[in-house]
T-cell receptor
Framework: GQQLNQSPQSMFIQEGEDVSMNCTSS?????WLWYKQDPGEGPVLLIA?????ELTSNGRLTAQFGITRKDSFLNISASIPSDVGIYFC????????????FGTGTRLKVLA | DTGVSQNPRHKITKRGQNVTFRCDPI?????LYWYRQTLGQGPEFLTY????????KSRLLSDRFSAERPKGSFSTLEIQRTEQGDSAMYLC??????????????FGEGSRLTVL
């Protein structure tokens, strides 16, 4: 079935640094969603992408829908301590089911 | 607050007991999902409702799990004869949208189950 692989798995950065992470698949997606999850909480939607090549921003966050439709990227500029958490990419499968699948997650830790 | 609401937030039970979780989706959303998440993993799909119809269940879903969405509003997820392996965060999500596989999925805060 379709799978989403995220990299890096985890990263430690200094406050103020920019962060980049990506999500790749061996098959095509028509929608990419990026979420942030804090410990003990549900995932919170950050950005939704619907069109190949689309670049969308939400404050310090910018995400792109890859041209091949098999990948997506999330960038965080000028990181702050509250950016700590796990970032997941997700998308609806295109294999005749209704489910959305999630990536393996990128755990971000920000050092003050 | 008009977001997705789940309760209870935490449930501790003994092995063999039955537990039930409730989800109230965003009011205008007709599509509802249940996911399970274990530590260090991404959410794993369990089941999907469109209005009151349960249209998809994961092959991984044991017969001990059952979900309902009477009247197409709130949903319940019941786990019978719980096992320690059922310990996880159970997440509910909802979305609107006419198209089958597009649209933004909004999650509740989750119900954490611990089976002793």
């Amino acid at each position: 079935g379709q799978q989403l692989n995220q990299s890096p798995q985890s990263m430690f950065i200094q406050e103020g640094e920019d962060v980049s992470m990506n999500c790749t698949s061996s098959s095509i997606f028509n929608t990419w969603l990026w979420y942030k999850q804090d410990p003990g909480e549900g995932p919170v939607l950050l950005i939704a992408l619907y069109k190949a090549g689309e670049l969308t921003s939400n404050g310090r966050l910018t995400a792109q829908f890859g041209i091949t439709r098999k990948d997506s990227f999330l960038n965080i500029s000028a990181s702050i301590p509250s950016d700590v958490g796990i970032y997941f990419c997700a998308g609806p499968t295109t294999s005749g089911t209704y489910k959305y699948i999630f990536g393996t997650g990128t755990r971000l830790k920000v050092l003050a | 607050d008009t977001g997705v609401s789940q309760n209870p937030r935490h449930k501790i039970t003994k092995r063999g007991q039955n537990v039930t979780f409730r989800c109230d989706p965003i009011s205008e959303h007709n599509r509802l999902y249940w996911y399970r998440q274990t530590l260090g993993q991404g959410p794993e799909f369990l089941t999907y409702f469109q209005n009151e119809a349960q249209l998809e269940k994961s092959r991984l879903l044991s017969d001990r799990f059952s979900a309902e969405r009477p009247k197409g509003s709130f949903s319940t997820l019941e786990i019978q004869r719980t096992e320690q392996g059922d310990s996880a965060m159970y997440l509910c999500a909802s979305r609107a949208g006419v198209n089958v596989n597009t649209g933004e999925l909004f999650f509740g805060e989750g119900s954490r189950l611990t089976v002793l």
